[in-house]
C-alpha cells in the first residue's frame, strides 16, 4: 500500500504543480488585461479632465471677451470712446 499511496501522491503533486502553472498563466494574462483597461481609463479621465478645464476657461473668456466688445460698442454709441471723441473734435 505504501508505493501505491506513494505513486498516487507524486500524479496529485504534479497534478497540483500545473493546476498552479496555468492558475499563473491565467492571472498573468488577467493582470495584463487589467493594466491596459486601467490605462485606457486613466487616459480617458485625463482627456475628460482636459476637455472640461479647457471648456470651462473658454466660456469664461468668452464671456470676458463679450463684456469688453459690448463695453467698446457702448462707449463707442455714447461718444466717450477716444475714437469717437477724436472724431468729433476733427468735425
Partial sequence: MGIASGVGHVFQSIVEVIQGLLATVINFFQW?????????????????????????????????????????????????APVSRSVKNKS
Avoid: D, W
Avoid at 33 to 48: D, K, L, R
Avoid at 49 to 78: D, E, M
Fill in 32 to 80: 495584463i488585461v487589467n493594466s491596459i483597461i486601467g490605462v485606457f481609463q486613466a487616459f480617458v479621465h485625463f482627456v475628460e479632465g482636459t476637455l472640461g478645464f479647457a471648456i470651462h476657461n473658454f466660456f469664461i473668456l468668452g464671456t470676458l471677451a463679450a463684456v469688453v466688445f459690448g463695453y467698446l460698442l457702448y462707449t463707442q454709441r455714447q461718444g466717450t
